[in-house]
């Protein structure tokens, strides 16, 4: 059974930084494509970031390039998010899914999603 | 950038079928994806690639595209499937649509 488990979310004030970490298990990590998606309070999903099988090759929506950077750890079988800048735009709820394909492309779409975690920044 | 357009919400009694619709340029020549979220969860992948069922979801649930419409389609739609539903597609990226709140009344 594929499982994902985010952890990390929690309150941060403007400008601030925040680490979000996925630990999967239940399939092959190293062998799909993996990313985060968000979803702001009342709103639709928006993807975030998405990172290739192997780790070499990550991607990011155009607002939050530059300040999220995606990672990877296979022997560990966590994905992790680190969060810089923090904009009050940023508030959502961060899902980690995994990706039917090895790499972030035209056959994108995701077949697992975790449960999610809440990111709330705020003075 | 493109887009995807969804209705906000459609209602349906129960036993009906309800469509649900995406609408975006040339959508019938790329692939549609359709995810199910009930409130306070996280998304389920109920079609992909248009008309594919993932093991574990149920007939009832349907899917085409055409032209500039994506539909799915849920019959004889159940109490359990009032959810919000999002259509995804890829245009030089992944692009998400607004979702559709379905009721069931």
């Known amino acids: 059974e594929v499982q994902l488990l985010e952890s990390g979310g929690g309150l941060v004030q403007p400008g601030g930084s925040l680490r979000l970490y996925c630990v999967a298990s239940?399939?092959?990590?190293?062998?799909?494509?993996m990313n985060w998606v968000r979803q702001a309070p009342g709103k639709g999903l928006e993807w975030v970031a998405a990172?290739?099988?192997?780790?070499?090759?990550?991607y990011y929506a155009d607002s939050v390039k530059g300040r999220f950077t995606i990672s990877r750890r296979n022997s560990k079988n966590t994905l992790s998010l680190q969060m810089n800048g923090l904009r009050a735009e940023d508030t959502a709820v961060y899902y980690c899914?995994?990706?039917?394909?090895?790499?972030?492309?035209?056959?994108?779409?995701?077949?697992?999603w975790g449960q999610g975690i809440l990111v709330t920044v705020s003075s | 950038s493109y887009e995807l357009t969804q209705a906000p919400s459609v209602s349906v009694s129960p036993g009906h079928t309800a469509s649900i619709t995406c609408s975006g340029d040339?959508?019938?020549?790329?692939?549609v994806y359709w995810y199910q979220q009930k409130t306070g969860q996280s998304p389920v992948l109920v079609i992909y690639?248009?008309?594919k069922r993932p093991s574990g979801i149920p007939e009832r649930f349907s899917g085409s595209n055409s032209g500039k419409i994506a539909t799915l389609t849920i019959s004889g739609t159940q109490a359990v499937d009032e959810a919000d539903y999002h259509c995804?597609?890829?245009?030089?990226?992944?692009?998400f649509g607004g979702g559709t709140r379905l009721t069931v009344l």
């Open positions: 899914s995994k990706d039917a394909s090895y790499d972030y492309g035209a056959n994108f779409f995701l077949d697992y």
């Open positions: 239940g399939f092959n990590f190293s062998s799909r494509a």
């Open positions: 990172i290739s099988g192997s780790g070499d090759s990550a």
């Open positions: 040339k959508l019938g020549d790329k692939y």
């Open positions: 690639q248009d008309t």
């Open positions: 995804q597609a890829w245009d030089s990226g992944v692009v």
